[in-house]
């Protein structure tokens, strides 16, 4: 019977407080996975977290969770090596941190691109970064990345968030490229219209949110688990022939809407 069997497994999840970030912690340990998530340490990410840690407890894994900036180096470094010397390994990492607001490119300034592209992109190299070589020395590894539909559909505009996300493309192939022969599988997850706590601070209005379900084709909003179930399944053994794919999930919206 096919299953996907994280059991035994080591997981980190970069930005996993809420949203589709916490889906993910919450799947891969029903998986069988030891898993730590990161966020920016706010008030209400460490409410967020504490609320996450009894969602997981049930699932009996080791949880832990950690205040890093996803665009600090030094500090994710230090914690990949934290859970390397308290896990032994770490054998998936999942990126999910993102940042994104309805804004023209005209009122758009460099400062401002800079900053969502480190959230939306740099970061992901960092921690991309700071787990291939344990990877690597090890000889296997999987790493989603969660990048975005709006790639496709221009994004409302945002021209820092849509470019950034569209870099994991190209960040994406380099890794496969450059790692698959040394047993590192990398994939990319392109999300759309996800019933999010992001998508309801962009659409207030409940009779807003479910007028753009019913424009997608599948007809309703996509759901944080659409997004983790998928992400589950590429870092499994189900996927160990897959890599270096994007993988939109989006009701069809992108292509068909």
């Not at 497994?9 to 030891?34: D, F, N, P, W, Y």
């Not at 859970?83 to 054998?91: I, S, V």
């Not at 409302?156 to 450059?178: C, H």
């Not at 997608?216 to 897959?242: C, N």
Request: aromatic content about 6%.
């Amino acid at each position: 019977m096919l299953e996907m069997n994280l059991d035994g497994r080591a997981t980190l999840v970069v930005g996993g407080s809420r949203g589709i970030g916490a889906s993910v912690v919450e799947q891969v340990a029903a998986a069988g996975s030891k898993v730590a998530w990161t966020h920016l340490g706010t008030d209400k990410d460490q409410a967020d977290s504490e609320k996450l840690m009894r969602l997981v407890e049930p699932h009996d894994r080791e949880a832990m969770h950690f205040g890093v900036d996803c665009t600090d180096e030094v500090e994710t470094r230090k914690l990949v090596e934290t859970l390397l010397e308290k896990w032994g390994a770490l054998d998936h990492m999942v990126y999910c941190a993102g940042y994104t607001s309805p804004v023209s490119m005209l009122d758009l300034d460099a400062e401002e691109w800079r900053r969502v592209v480190d959230i939306n992109l740099t970061g992901a190299f960092i921690a991309v970064r700071a787990v291939l070589p344990h990877m690597v020395g090890r000889g296997s590894g999987s790493m989603v990345l969660v990048g975005s539909a709006a790639i496709v559909a221009g994004g409302g505009g945002r021209a820092d968030y849509v470019s950034a996300k569209a870099g994991m493309e190209g960040l994406n192939r380099a890794i496969t490229k450059e790692f698959a022969k040394q047993g590192i599988r990398c994939n990319v997850v392109h999300p759309s219209l996800i019933d999010t706590e992001l998508l309801h601070t962009r659409h207030p209005d409940p009779e807003t949110r479910a007028e753009l379900g019913k424009k997608v084709p599948i007809g309703r909003l996509g759901l944080p688990a659409d997004v983790s179930a998928a992400t589950v399944f590429l870092l499994s053994d189900l996927a160990g022939y897959i890599t270096g794919q994007n993988l939109f999930i989006d009701g069809g919206r992108t292509f068909c809407g």
